[in-house]
């Protein structure tokens, strides 16, 4: 199957079992996109996984994103799934308020989300309800603060040589 086949696939099989569950889709850099809803992701995981054409089956990343100037809709995490027979890709993403950042853990579907999971619970402060062990995994316990949002200077505010925007800021 072709990317473009998958990704018309994906998209009339999602239309289909979510109606407006499934925000928006598109192809960038050669991989079909999906954004949906946050608190129906374990749901569409599942179908992906489940229905025998797609079959994506494996989990390959799981990772959180923070977009501090997207109000209401700071954070997200991506999830990229696989259907390793075929060969085929696809990303799904869910975005939310950083003022409210809990999310559905897909860990019932992909036991390998459990480390995933909890490290961009450790770096982003994402909170994945129904998760069976949501602890810091990396950083230590008295941090009171999540290191890799974009709220944090990257370089010592004291140095004339670096600033963010060597970083993409």
Not at 39 to 63: G, S
Not at 102 to 112: K, L
Not at 114 to 139: C, T, V, Y
Request: proline residues 4%.
């Amino acid at each position: 199957m072709e990317k473009d086949a998958l990704f018309t696939a994906v998209q009339n099989k999602l239309s289909a079992q979510f109606g407006d569950g499934l925000i928006a889709s598109e192809i960038l850099a050669d991989y079909p996109v999906f954004t949906v809803k946050s608190n129906q992701i374990c749901d569409i995981v599942r179908f992906l996984y489940d229905d025998q054409e797609l079959a994506f089956q494996y989990l390959t990343t799981l990772a959180g994103l923070h977009y501090p100037e997207n109000k209401g809709q700071e954070l997200g995490v991506m999830y990229q799934l696989h259907n390793l027979p075929k060969n085929l890709r696809i990303r799904l993403k869910i975005f939310f308020s950083i003022s409210d950042p809990v999310v559905p853990s897909i860990t019932s579907v992909f036991s390998a989300a459990n480390w995933m999971e909890r490290q961009e619970f450790d770096f982003f402060g994402i909170i994945f309800s129904g998760h069976p062990n949501l602890k810091r995994i990396l950083n230590m316990d008295e941090m009171t603060y999540h290191p890799m949002r974009k709220e944090y200077a990257l370089e010592d505010g004291t140095r004339e040589d670096k600033d963010d925007k060597m970083f993409g800021r």
